[in-house]
C-alpha cells in the first residue's frame, strides 16, 4: 500500500487591499512579482495596478503580517461619463469605485509564492476578488492565461470562466520559445 502524505497545513493569512499596503509590503511583493518575468513592470506600474480598490497582497500572519504569500491585481473597466450619461462619474473614478458603473474587469495578475502553492491560497484569492467585484454590481470578468499553464486553467475552469478565444504566440519566454494565450471569461 502506497505511503499517505501528510497534509499540508495551509498558513495563517490576512488580505489586505493594495490601498492599505505599506511600501515595505509592496516592495517584498515587487520582489516576488518581477522575479519570472520576461518583461519586467516598473515599481510605479507596478504599485499603481496593486493601488486600485479591487486588488490585494495576501501576507502571513508570521512577523506581523510582513511576509507577502500571493497576490491579485484585478482592473476594473470603468464606463465614461459619455457612456453611463453621467457627468459626476468620472470625476469621482479615482477615488470611489462604489458609485461608477463598471462594465467589467480584468483578472490582470494573480500569482503564490512557489512555497505556498498548492495549499488552496490562489483559489482564496480569486474568490475575494470576485466577491469585491460582485460588491460594485460587476457584470463580467476577463482574463488571459498561458496555454501551458495547466494548473491555473484548471483553477479557471474550476470557478466556471469559460474559454472564449485564444491569442497564438502570444507570450515569448525571452529565449525565443512562444506560446499561446487562452482568453477567459465569467460572467458575475
Not at 506600474?45 to 480598490?53: D, E
Not at 482592473?75 to 461619463?81: A, K
Amino acid at each position: 500500500m502506497p505511503e499517505k502524505k501528510p497534509a499540508i497545513k495551509a498558513p495563517e493569512f490576512r488580505i489586505i487591499r493594495g490601498s492599505d499596503c505599506n511600501d515595505a509590503m509592496m516592495q517584498s511583493a515587487y520582489k516576488h512579482f518581477s522575479k519570472n518575468r520576461t518583461v519586467p513592470w516598473s515599481y510605479t506600474s507596478f504599485k499603481g495596478s496593486l493601488s486600485n480598490t479591487t486588488s490585494a497582497l495576501m501576507v502571513g500572519a508570521n512577523h506581523d503580517y510582513h511576509t507577502v504569500l500571493g497576490m491579485i491585481i484585478i482592473n476594473p473597466i470603468i464606463l465614461s461619463s459619455s457612456e453611463c450619461f453621467d457627468a459626476e462619474a468620472d470625476a469621482k473614478a479615482d477615488s470611489n469605485l462604489d458609485s461608477l458603473l463598471i462594465d467589467s474587469a480584468e483578472l490582470e495578475d494573480i500569482w503564490v509564492v512557489s512555497s505556498y502553492r498548492r495549499q488552496g491560497l490562489a483559489k482564496t484569492l480569486l474568490e475575494w476578488g470576485i466577491h469585491e467585484l460582485c460588491a460594485l454590481q460587476c457584470p463580467v470578468l476577463h482574463l488571459e492565461v498561458n496555454a501551458d499553464n495547466h494548473a491555473a486553467i484548471k483553477l479557471y475552469e474550476r470557478f466556471g470562466f469559460v474559454n472564449v478565444g485564444r491569442r497564438k504566440n502570444y507570450y515569448d519566454d525571452g529565449k525565443g520559445n512562444k506560446s499561446d494565450a487562452f482568453l477567459y471569461s465569467l460572467n458575475l
